[in-house]
């Protein structure tokens, strides 16, 4: 059983950034597919982000509204996924998940969720 911490949340101006953290409660490889979702009030949770390395290096995923703003990026060592969300817009107002899945069993794995508002 993977738990997923997820922090970094908050309140933001328009054009602000956050660094929001997933921190596992364990160890972290390769074998997981990592990503963020999120979900605004009304809406279905949507993939924003997603990594999932492999042997020569790794691949990325990002959803066309966050592209240039958000970057994803993960520490193995330390167990933690980041995402780092730049430019912000209030359309961006939403409660982000942290996830994982395992690239064999499909096993996933969710955060309990930052709440992130951006507003003037």
């Known amino acids: 059983q993977v738990q997923l911490v997820e922090s970094g949340g908050g309140l933001v101006q328009p054009g602000g950034s956050l660094r929001l953290s997933c921190e596992a409660s364990?160890?972290?490889?390769?074998?997981?597919?990592m990503g963020w979702y999120r979900q605004a009030p009304g809406a279905q949770r949507e993939l924003v982000a997603e990594?999932?390395?492999?042997?020569?290096?790794?691949?990325?995923f990002y959803v066309d509204a966050v592209k240039g703003r958000f970057s994803i990026s993960r520490d193995n060592v330390k167990s933690t996924v980041y995402l780092q969300m730049n430019s912000l817009k209030p359309e961006d107002t939403a409660v982000y998940y942290c996830?994982?899945?395992?690239?064999?069993?499909?096993?996933?794995?969710w955060g309990q969720g930052t709440q992130v508002t951006v507003s003037s």
């Open positions: 364990r160890t972290i490889s390769s074998i997981y597919t």
């Open positions: 996830n994982a899945r395992h690239k064999i069993t499909l096993s996933t794995y």
């Open positions: 990594t999932t390395e492999t042997t020569t290096g790794g691949r990325t």
